[in-house]
């Protein structure tokens, strides 16, 4: 695949990355000589300096030919001008990642054609949905609703005085329509067997039926849903959690450090608490008694802040933090320190950009443990091998598994003996290497 990706930050590198680990034909584009001179450095693609919204840059990296553009600068309007001048110069797809709410609003973070882009992403929105998620979870980590929202795949760490500890899976008393997936120990994420055991502190990787995932959390957490919000940052995703938090009648207080934005969050928000102040400031957490609220969020830019704000928080006796990271390969440091929830507005931004990348079956790609294991959504079509064959026989290479199967809104946790039917959508969670097996399941077969 011929790929032109604009703007070469933490999204657009750590995306050519990808793709050029993956064999596919990359052009880098970036305004800063400095930048793509790293990027030779450590990847064999393409490079070109100029203006990624300049239809001349554009027409120079030979866009036309692109079977995919992503532009993913710092500055949205660069990256809809250049997504835009890419569609009509004829590149087959193109997306463009976002990061404030001017043209698309707080509701949404995905939009279709917009504008005539294919697809208009915002990681804030996203990750401030993610973190929703959470807080009317029972004690997740994380929360991801797949196949519609049909599937939930609920992360969790395990304390120590959790039921579930010291017992086979096989033996778990766990919900019938539901799985363990994976488990994550000592930083190494590993597909569990029926004879392994979960040991204290092991974070878990649980699928099931939406709406029964509460319970699950219960017997393995014993948590509650969080009924007082404290926010560090008031920008885009502090903004839309606010929101979503205030109109479900949770109690929300939002500290901000810039005084205008600070009042004009007070004047947007009719019932949550809007303070002015930094979030660092011990004394000030202190008085705000930030140790009694049952989910504590610093959601600021500046990575320093949150990592500060989220260990004072963590001291105080906060019950759930979560911390912003720009930087998702310092994600298990924050975790190492005492964050709970470590989200990475890269991460979501690469998982949803790499879909296109992928075969027309994928549906939605989730990244775990910064790429040691992917969860897919695949739709079965009609000649392929996993159509029609029991599980047990489809030779299912180390490291993947298959986890649910929906269909016509029927979830099903599969046994070795259930067979996926054409237009079946199948969850399936696999290592990187053991992917390029999965796609292969999933490709029509030739006559």
């Keep these: 695949m011929y790929v032109v990706v604009v703007g070469m930050g933490e999204v657009g590198s750590f995306l050519v990355n990808v793709l050029d680990r993956e064999g596919h034909d990359v052009v880098a584009i970036d305004a800063s000589a400095e930048k793509l001179a790293e990027i030779e450095d450590e990847q064999d693609v393409a490079t070109l300096c100029g203006h990624g919204g300049s239809p001349t840059t554009l027409i120079n990296a030979k866009v036309d030919q692109a079977d995919l ?3 993913c600068t710092d500055d949205d309007e660069i990256n809809l001008v250049g997504a835009l001048f890419g569609k009509r110069l004829g590149a087959k797809r193109t997306v463009a990642r976002i990061q404030g709410t001017e043209y698309t609003g707080e509701k949404r973070g995905i939009h279709q054609d917009l504008l005539g882009i294919d697809v208009v992403i915002n990681p804030r929105i996203l990750i401030a949905q993610e973190i929703t998620k959470i807080a009317r979870s029972h004690g997740a980590l994380d929360v991801l609703g797949l196949v519609g929202n049909q599937v939930e795949l609920v992360q ?3 304390p120590e005085g959790s039921k579930m500890l010291h017992k086979s899976l096989s033996n778990l008393p766990i919900p019938k329509e539901t799985l363990v997936v994976a488990v994550v120990r000592d930083e190494e994420l590993f597909v569990p067997g029926g004879a392994d055991v979960l040991l204290p502190g092991d974070r878990i990787y649980v699928i099931g039926r939406a709406g029964q995932m509460e319970s699950v959390e219960d017997l393995f957490t014993g948590g509650k849903e969080a009924a ?3 926010l560090v940052g008031g920008g885009v995703v502090g903004r839309t959690i606010a929101h979503t938090m205030e109109d479900a009648g949770i109690e929300v207080v939002i500290l901000e450090k810039d005084r205008e934005l600070a009042e004009e969050l007070g004047i947007e928000l009719a019932h949550a608490e809007v303070l002015h102040g930094d979030g660092t400031d011990i004394n000030l957490l202190e008085d705000e008694q930030v140790g009694a609220f049952d989910l504590f969020c610093s959601v600021t830019r500046d990575d320093e802040v949150n990592l500060m704000a989220g260990l004072l928080a963590k001291r105080e006796g906060a019950q759930r933090v979560v911390s912003l990271v720009q ?3 310092y994600s298990e440091i924050y975790r190492q320190l005492g964050i709970d929830v470590v989200l990475s507005p890269r991460e979501v931004a690469c998982e949803h950009m790499l879909r296109y990348v992928r075969e027309t079956e994928l549906q939605s790609l989730t990244i775990l443990e910064q790429g040691q294991a992917e969860v897919l ?5 009609a000649g392929s091998r996993v159509v029609g064959t029991p599980i047990h026989r489809l030779n ?3 490291g993947a598994l298959l986890a649910a199967i929906v269909s016509e809104e029927k979830v099903r946790i599969p046994s070795g003996a259930d067979q996926v ?5 199948v969850v399936v969670l696999t290592t990187s290497a053991a992917r390029p097996s999965i796609e292969r399941l999933f490709q029509k077969r030739l006559l």
């Design 69 to 71: 553009l992503v532009t």
């Design 156 to 158: 969790m760490r395990l």
């Design 228 to 230: 007082r919000i404290f």
């Design 327 to 329: 930087r998702p390969d």
């Design 377 to 381: 959504e695949l739709v079965a079509h």
């Design 396 to 398: 299912m290479p180390r």
């Design 421 to 425: 039917e054409a237009g079946d959508t």
